[in-house]
T-cell receptor, first 114, second 114 residues
Framework: KAGVTQTPRYLIKTRGQQVTLSCSPI?????VSWYQQTPGQGLQFLFE???????NKGNFPGRFSGRQFSNSRSEMNVSTLELGDSALYLC?????????????FGPGTRLLVL | AQSVTQLGSHVSVSEGALVLLRCNYS??????LFWYVQYPNQGLQLLLK??????LVKGINGFEAEFKKSETSFHLTKPSAHMSDAAEYFC????????????FGKGTLLTVNP
C-alpha cells in the first residue's frame, strides 16, 4: 500500500508570493491533517479535513488555507508569503480522524521563503 | 488546553546503553499520548500510543513507554540503544474522545555514540 505522498518536496519562493502544496493520503483514508515544523516553534497543527470539510483549525493567520477534494487529496495554500513561513510542511492521513487512529505522515514539503 | 513537555532537547547515549526520553503532559483529563520518531529528511513515524487500555505500552523497534497518571508522565525507554535509533523523538497528545489534533512537544534529539 502506497504511503502518504507530498509534492513538491522542495520549494523556493520569495516574499509576497503564494504557494500551493499537495498531499495524497493513503488509499481509503479520508482525514488529512497539515502541520508546520520549524526549529523555533516545533510542530504545530494547521488544520484537518474530512470529507471535503475543514473540521479543525489551528492558530494560524488567514493566509493559510486548505481544501480537500472528493478523492481525499488535499492542498494547502499560503498567500503573501513571509520569511517566517519557511518551514517543513507535513501532512498526515488517517481513516476518519478518530482519536484512537494512527496518523501516517508524509515526507513533507520543505519551503524556503527568500 | 493540553500540552506536553519534553525534558532535554538533546540526549546522548552509548550504543548498548539504556535510552530514556522524558515526556510530561498537562491535561485536565487523561488524554491519548503518542511517541513519534523522525529520521533526517523524513516524515514522522508512530512508535507507540497510549489509549487507556494498558499503562505499559510496547511499540516498534524495542521501544516502550509507561503511562503514570500520578506523575503525568509518559517516558519512552529502550533497554539497549542501537546506532539506528539516532533520530528526533516527539511526544504528542490529543484529547480522548475527540477528533484528531495532535499537540507535539518540542522534540528530543537522540545521539547514539559507538
Amino acid at each position: 500500500k502506497a504511503g502518504v505522498t507530498q509534492t513538491p518536496r522542495y520549494l523556493i519562493k520569495t516574499r509576497g508570493q503564494q504557494v500551493t502544496l499537495s498531499c495524497s493520503p493513503i488509499s481509503g483514508h479520508r482525514s488529512v491533517s497539515w502541520y508546520q515544523q520549524t526549529p523555533g516553534q516545533g510542530l504545530q497543527f494547521l488544520f484537518e479535513y474530512f470529507s471535503e470539510t475543514q473540521r479543525n483549525k489551528g492558530n494560524f493567520p488567514g493566509r493559510f488555507s486548505g481544501r480537500q477534494f472528493s478523492n481525499s487529496r488535499s492542498e494547502m495554500n499560503v498567500s503573501t508569503l513571509e520569511l517566517g513561513d519557511s518551514a517543513l510542511y507535513l501532512c498526515a492521513s488517517s481513516l476518519s480522524g478518530g482519536a484512537l487512529e494512527t496518523q501516517y505522515f508524509g515526507p513533507g514539503t520543505r519551503l524556503l521563503v527568500l | 488546553a493540553q500540552s506536553v513537555t519534553q525534558l532535554g532537547s538533546h540526549v546522548s547515549v552509548s550504543e548498548g546503553a539504556l535510552v530514556l526520553l522524558r515526556c510530561n503532559y498537562s491535561s485536565s483529563v487523561p488524554p491519548y499520548l503518542f511517541w513519534y520518531v523522525q529520521y533526517p529528511n523524513q516524515g514522522l513515524q508512530l512508535l507507540l500510543k497510549y489509549t487507556s487500555a494498558a499503562t505499559l505500552v510496547k511499540g516498534i523497534n524495542g521501544f516502550e513507554a509507561e503511562f503514570k497518571k500520578s506523575e503525568t508522565s509518559f517516558h519512552l525507554t529502550k533497554p539497549s540503544a542501537h546506532m539506528s535509533d539516532a533520530a528526533e523523538y516527539f511526544c504528542a497528545v490529543t484529547p480522548s474522545g475527540s477528533n484528531y489534533k495532535l499537540t507535539f512537544g518540542k522534540g528530543t534529539l537522540l545521539t547514539v555514540n559507538p
